[in-house]
């Protein structure tokens, strides 16, 4: 008499794979079927936003007036690339928010290091190029990997 006995490591991976699989034709499913309409209406949401969030940024001042805008013009950005990747459901537009995620980190994280002087700036400009060149390497890198699935 031969016993089954199920391996839980491998039961959770199939349970995993499953439901990335079932998250990713939500996805899919949902990518392109926005009417020209929602599109135009969403677009115009986030341009409010956008507006709201930079005329909060007036209050403050100096280099936190600064990094408050980076972050909303950044956030505009991100949510553009997200709804026309909504809208037109193509692998590049897919492909765009990372980069255009990344931009937005780099410009933040470029403009919260004016606060500091000297090395210490140096060092910080320096990182946050570092993690900017990262995030778009990871990008191209997901491009090739999503190409080469296609083929």
Request: aromatic share 4%.
């Amino acid at each position: 008499m031969m016993t089954l006995t199920l391996n839980p490591l491998n039961h959770r991976f199939k349970l995993l794979l499953i439901a990335a699989a079932t998250s990713l034709g939500s996805v899919a499913y949902a990518a392109g079927s926005m009417t020209h309409a929602e599109y135009s209406a969403k677009k115009d949401q986030i341009s409010a936003e956008y507006k709201a969030e930079k005329a909060a940024c007036d209050k403050l001042s100096g280099n936190e007036k600064d990094v408050c805008v980076e972050k909303a013009s950044g956030k505009e950005k991100v949510a553009k690339a997200e709804l026309e990747y909504r809208y037109t459901g193509k692998k590049s537009d897919a492909d765009k928010i990372a980069v255009e995620r990344a931009d937005a980190d780099y410009a933040v994280a470029k403009e919260m290091c004016d606060d500091r002087k000297g090395r210490d700036k140096d060092v910080c400009v320096a990182e946050a190029k570092a993690t900017h060149t990262k995030a778009l390497a990871d990008a191209k890198m997901n491009k090739k990997v999503g190409d080469a699935q296609k083929s």
